[in-house]
């Protein structure tokens, strides 16, 4: 994966927040979580989607130098 920090933010109503930082992109927010299993659910959801999103990307240890 490319870098991605995942955060979790339990809020003051006592659902949950993901915060998702990416190298070289904005921070992400994903709200409306009533568990931290419907969080963590979602985390690793993301990360399968992220990987499958782009069969092409060429994954950042494997990038050539100078082009």
């Known amino acids: 994966m490319a870098d991605a920090n995942y955060r ?17 992109a904005l921070p992400q927010i994903a709200t409306g979580f009533a568990t931290e299993a419907e969080a963590d659910a979602w985390i690793v959801q993301d990360k399968r989607l992220w990987e499958a999103g782009d069969p092409f990307r060429t ?9």
Do not use: K, M, N, Y
């Open 59 to 67: 994954p950042a240890h494997r990038r050539r130098r100078g082009f």
């Open 8 to 24: 979790l933010i339990q809020r003051e109503d006592d659902s949950f927040t993901v915060e998702v930082t990416r190298t070289g």
